[in-house]
């Protein structure tokens, strides 16, 4: 499947701080989907954007689809110490996932 | 949500030997599985998915031999590390996805193999 570059690697910020990870393809994606994972954990699901431009919201959870269906974001509005994990997009039938990006919350 | 029960958690093993691993989805039929494997602060890796009643597809550059994959029932996969090495040392995850939104994945809590 086509991979998706995700960024950032990895970013500690400051309880109360946002928080951000994106993913990015050269080709149009029929769908994107989030995961979260603990450390020492499984992955979590999360989300699943289809439409163009779709913005769905999960209390501090941001999540966008691109209007060309090639990009994603996952925002965190106001991080608290149980944000902290690593956050994987994925596309396909066939999951295929991004990098992933590290996150810690520095409380 | 949708439990997927895999075990063991954590396995240590010696170099030559062979290690089963279950995947078993416990409130619903799962006929495709996929098995993952995924290294320290790496991210997920797709070995092979896991064909209910066929042969597994594995991804390329995975050895079908190494990793056997048997699917025999819905509720069941099973990866099966043979004649393991120090460099299979890994974390192995399942998944599985229900029929009505199989996109969606549920996951493991996945197996700690550790070869010696």
């Known amino acids: 499947g086509q991979q998706v570059m995700q960024i950032p690697q990895y970013q500690h910020v400051q309880e109360g701080e946002d928080f951000t990870t994106y993913c990015n393809s050269s080709?149009?994606?029929?769908?994107i989907q989030w995961y979260k994972q603990r450390p020492g954990g499984h992955p979590v699901f999360l989300i699943q954007?289809?439409?163009?431009?779709e913005v769905k919201k999960q209390k501090r959870l941001t999540f966008q689809f691109g209007e060309a269906k090639k990009n994603s974001s996952l925002h965190i509005t106001a991080t608290q110490t149980t944000d902290v994990g690593t956050y994987f997009c994925?596309?396909?039938?066939?999951?295929?996932f991004g990098a992933g990006t590290i996150l810690r919350v520095k409380s | 949500g949708a439990v997927v029960s895999q075990h063991p958690s954590r396995v240590i093993c010696k170099s030559g030997t062979s290690v089963k691993i279950e995947c078993r989805s416990l409130?619903?039929?799962?006929?495709?599985m996929f098995w993952y494997r995924q290294f320290p602060k790496q991210s997920l890796m797709l070995m092979a998915t896991?064909?209910?009643?066929?042969?597994?597809?594995?991804e390329q550059g995975v050895e079908k031999d190494k990793f056997l994959i048997n699917h025999a029932s819905l509720t069941l996969s099973t990866l099966t590390v043979t004649s393991a090495h120090p460099e299979d040392s890994s974390f192995y995850i399942c998944?599985?996805?229900?029929?009505?939104?199989?996109?969606?994945?549920?996951f493991g809590a996945g197996t700690r193999l550790s070869v010696l």
């Open positions: 998944s599985a996805g229900r029929a009505l939104a199989k996109n969606i994945q549920y």
């Open positions: 409130d619903f039929q799962a006929t495709t």
């Open positions: 954007l289809v439409k163009s431009g």
């Open positions: 994925a596309h396909g039938n066939k999951l295929v």
């Open positions: 080709t149009t994606l029929s769908n």
């Open positions: 896991s064909n209910e009643g066929s042969k597994a597809t594995y």
